[in-house]
């Protein structure tokens, strides 16, 4: 019974899956879940309680399904020969270029003459007008759509002396933390050189412009391209550094997670409000709110708490990077701490030690799925990780520092020395990796080898179960 979200959450993934894969018709899914939920309902009165919750679990599969069979289609072709009419939403922070910007849009109606067509989901806008649209803003785009080769999905082409028409204004409350963000990236750029100010609004704010690309080759040749990408991390940090905040400020424990839930929430859609950073902020507001209830915090079920919604609001997005290494992140290092006890009294070298296993645990959930779709064996970041995450912690608590005494002028001067500092040499140290031997294998697994990687380490798992018949408590 406590893990019945985990099982919910399987169901409506396999089910999303398996349309995806097989692409049923809609009044088969229909009938499907109907059924399954009868069943559900007449097995339960029967007290067959195992064949109840098999179908509970097969309605959600099949109403999964339903429920993604819209962002299953595909754009028509005859939509993809000519110029398009495209109006949807912007819904990620644009990435400036120098000669365009890029950008994803959702909820998009497609117009062609006498024919429309309603795509729910993401198209890529590469807008060579250079004009920065407005987040959460309803435009009019006028291009050339075509598939995308190098990853699933469509691109829309916007010529330069055509820009996009905005046609709706939204009063999202989710826009006042953006222009907090604006003025936060700003102060960024008129005190720092141009490599932190890249560094520090990527990492920080979720902002990437064209500079942040050779930033980005050292990171992903050190190992550590995982940093650059607001997540879990981030939000672990952030989190943090609040109440530590309020520690000093001698708050009680409890008063001290109710005053943060907010500004994590704040910040989740400071930096974006990206997926990966709203499911990490889920899993903090789960884990508060436990504490503050007095519950026991069960990780693998506000894991699947935080994939539920995930994809009750953006279906499709089990198909990107993110969602996949995000979660098997998560899930590989729960599992691990599962069967490695932990002291409650941390030492330094403990916690080094548990620094080594938090690395250790990600690398081996997540080596398959990164050479997968990289090409990479990383070595080297089992290692680099234990150095690499604490210092971009320290990097994070400067950045606050900076950011509440940025309104003393000599003060301001001094911190943001010590803050460009900080980030130097943090660049300086991931280029070190980048360029020390055998950091990394060029070798890229197919899905063959990457079913039986994962095939491999399931069994020691189990094989780890059967042994310890009691798994300890992280």
């Not at 807008?127 to 785009?141: C, G, N, T, V, W």
Request: some cysteine.
């Amino acid at each position: 019974m406590n893990y019945i979200l985990i099982w919910i959450f399987l169901s409506f993934l396999a089910g999303e899956v398996f349309c995806f894969l097989l692409k049923p018709g809609f009044s088969l899914l229909l009938w499907l879940s109907s059924a399954s939920l009868l069943a559900s309902y007449i097995f339960y009165k029967k007290k067959k309680l195992a064949l109840s919750d098999f179908s509970l679990l097969s309605f959600f599969f099949f109403l999964s399904a339903l429920y993604f069979k819209p962002y299953s289609l595909s754009i028509p072709d005859y939509f993809l020969k000519e110029r398009t009419e495209v109006i949807g939403k912007i819904t990620e922070l644009p990435i400036s270029y120098s000669s365009y910007n890029l950008y994803k849009i959702r909820s998009n109606y497609l117009i062609l003459r006498d024919k429309k067509f309603y795509f729910p989901g993401s198209i890529l806008v590469k807008d060579y007008s250079f004009r920065k649209p407005s987040l959460l803003d309803i435009y009019l785009f006028e291009g050339r759509l075509r598939k995308n080769y190098q990853k699933k999905g469509y691109v829309l082409y916007l010529k330069k002396d055509n820009p996009p028409l905005k046609l709706y204004t939204s009063k999202d409350f989710r826009k006042f933390p953006l222009r907090v963000s604006e003025r936060i990236s700003s102060l960024f750029k008129k005190n720092f050189s141009r490599q932190i100010f890249s560094f520090s609004s990527a990492v920080f704010l979720g902002k990437k412009e064209e500079y942040f690309s050779q930033i980005r080759k050292i990171f992903v040749e050190a190992g550590t391209c995982h940093i650059l990408a607001i997540s879990g991390l981030h939000v672990g940090i952030v989190s943090t550094v609040f109440l530590f905040i309020f520690k000093l400020a001698r708050f009680k424990r409890r008063t001290r997670f109710i005053l943060t839930i907010p500004l994590v929430l704040f910040y989740a859609f400071l930096s974006g409000a990206r997926p990966p950073v709203l499911r990490a902020s889920l899993m903090f507001l789960v884990y508060a709110l436990s504490f503050l209830l007095r519950r026991k915090f069960l990780i693998f079920n506000s894991l699947a708490l935080a994939g539920l919604i995930d994809l009750f609001i953006k279906p499709d997005d089990f198909l990107t990077v993110s969602f996949q290494l995000s979660f098997l992140a998560v899930f590989s290092i729960s599992l691990g701490f599962r069967y490695f006890y932990v002291k409650r009294k941390l030492t330094l070298l403990e916690k080094i030690r548990i620094l080594f296993l938090v690395s250790l645990f990600a690398n081996l959930g997540l080596a398959g799925l990164l050479s997968f779709y990289f090409g990479k064996v990383y070595i080297l970041n089992l290692f680099t990780n234990i150095l690499v995450i604490p210092y971009l912690g320290l990097i994070f608590y400067s950045l606050f520092v900076f950011l509440g005494l940025s309104f003393i002028g000599p003060l301001r001067e001094v911190l943001c020395l010590a803050c460009s500092f900080l980030i130097g040499l943090f660049l300086k140290i991931n280029y070190f990796f980048s360029n020390f031997p055998l950091s990394y294998l060029n070798y890229r697994f197919s899905f063959k080898e990457l079913s039986f990687y994962y095939l491999f380490l399931l069994l020691i798992i189990t094989f780890k179960i059967r042994r310890n018949k009691i798994p300890r408590p992280f």
